[in-house]
């Protein structure tokens, strides 16, 4: 009898099962379990208070982002609870026998950009890391996805998880995508047409012509931001793109084995006639440069559009929030963005800090000057993109535009260390949150691509970007 056919994320999911009983939960096997210095504390010190070791050092990979500075990296943390904690990692990880890339070590970076590069995010796999963003590994084919401190203590002492299996979704965009349209773009497109709750309880598949166009780095982009709709995760099915970027990594497979694991890679893509529990439809041409306007991200819309007003909304429920959130960002209903002034230009954090970003705001900013009175911070994801940008020049292109080029951290993306946007000021970010307070407190968040983001530091407002191009 022939097997019914599966989606990538049934094949994955069904080859990780170690244990399942009828109305629980899956003991779910991980392949890669990534920690940073924020929620891992606590997992650690219930570790010990068990006496139990951790169960397989060798599928732990930790480094310090959160909490680090962004500047004078050689020097000790000043902000008291970001020191205590990246030393408390330090002290957890020597203990356990953990392998860190601490502040300073070449690999050292923000944890989902790591992953990647390093080649130890592989198709196939299962990865948990507590933190939300996870879903940015999705892109090589594999089930990632955020935990809690408690499951990462579960993680720790048994190499699995619990977990009830999440419905599939397949998101699928074909055609061909407009001038100055990135995958930032289509990924806050997707979740203003969908709502930041309009995946919950689904893991997305994104597929269609756009998103196989796509290179790595614009896939992690759309990968990462899958929870902020509300889904557990999101993934992409490996192709050549993704082995070719894969091929020749630290820990990526290689010679004989590396073709090997290419074959069985090939195997993961959903099956003919496999049926997902929801199917979405759009069209790469109705995309266009985005921007949000309020303080969660499916609220969003094309930068030459205006703000809804409330009577536009399609739930009658969003109204209150709506209008906190206009209060909250000094907006009006009805009105358009382009043309607001901005005070900081944030260039950075898991969604948008690797070498390509970093080269498209290089390339639309070579030869011009910021607009004075915007501050512009540009902070790699990682020491590997840091040095590549030097290597390439880019280093000296942000000097001349008056830009900060910093070290690798997440930075202004959330309030956790010194980068912190002023309260009132508005800053365009390329970051995956536009939360009250998620900058710094009262900070004002517009989320956009890193090219909208480059035009409005060279304007000083928000800009369309296809007027540069």
């Not at 949150?433 to 004002?444: D, I, L, T, V």
Request: a neutral charge; charged letters at 20%.
């Amino acid at each position: 009898m022939s097997q019914k056919p599966k989606t990538i994320f049934e094949k994955i999911w069904d080859a990780h099962v170690v244990k399942r009983a009828e109305g629980y939960p899956d003991a779910l096997f991980i392949d890669r379990h990534f920690i940073h210095e924020v929620t891992s504390p606590q997992a650690f010190d219930g570790l010990r208070q068990r006496g139990i070791p951790l169960f397989n050092v060798s599928r732990t990979t930790a480094t310090a982002d959160h909490n680090v500075p962004t500047k004078d990296q050689h020097l000790p943390i000043k902000e008291a609870l970001s020191r205590h904690q990246v030393e408390t990692l330090r002290k957890n990880c020597k203990e356990f026998g953990v392998e860190l890339y601490d502040l300073g070590h070449p690999f050292q970076g923000i944890v989902h950009i790591i992953g990647p590069e390093l080649g130890l995010t592989q198709p196939g796999m299962t990865i948990v890391c507590g933190d939300s963003h996870t879903s940015t590994h999705g892109a090589f084919g594999s089930i990632a996805f955020g935990i809690g401190t408690s499951e990462v203590e579960q993680v720790m002492a048994t190499q699995c998880i619990l977990q009830y299996k999440p419905r599939t979704m397949k998101i699928e965009i074909n055609g061909t995508l407009g001038k100055g349209v990135v995958s930032k773009d289509i990924i806050l497109y997707i979740i203003s047409r969908i709502s930041a709750s309009g995946a919950t309880g689904y893991f997305v598949e994104y597929a269609g012509s756009a998103i196989s166009g796509l290179s790595m780095e614009a896939r992690m982009t759309i990968c990462n931001m899958s929870i902020e709709m509300g889904a557990r995760g999101g993934l992409i099915a490996p192709d050549e793109t993704t082995f070719n970027y894969l091929k020749g990594r630290r820990f990526a497979p290689q010679g004989a084995a590396f073709e090997k694991a290419v074959g069985q890679w090939k195997q993961l893509a959903t099956d003919e006639g496999a049926v997902y529990d929801k199917v979405l439809q759009y069209d790469a041409a109705d995309i266009a440069p985005m921007i949000t306007y309020g303080t969660n991200p499916g609220m969003g819309m094309k930068v030459t559009d205006r703000i809804p007003t409330q009577h536009e909304l399609k739930e009658i429920s969003e109204q209150a929030s709506f209008v906190k959130s206009l209060e909250y960002m000094g907006l009006e209903q009805g009105t358009p963005l382009l043309g607001k002034p901005v005070d900081y230009v944030f260039i950075g954090s898991c969604t948008n800090a690797r070498i390509e970003d970093l080269r498209l705001v290089a390339g639309i900013v070579k030869g011009k000057k910021k607009a004075a009175g915007v501050e512009v911070w540009v902070i790699p994801g990682s020491k590997q993109v840091e040095e590549q940008a030097i290597r390439e020049g880019l280093d000296k292109v942000f000097a001349e535009a008056g830009f900060e080029l910093r070290s690798p951290g997440c930075s202004a993306c959330l309030g956790m260390n010194e980068d912190k946007v002023p309260a009132g000021k508005y800053c365009i970010s390329t970051s995956n949150r536009n939360f009250e307070g998620r900058q710094g407190p009262k900070s004002r968040t517009f989320l956009a691509s890193p090219l909208s983001a480059a035009v409005a530091a060279i304007t000083g407002k928000v800009t369309d970007v296809r007027e540069f191009i």
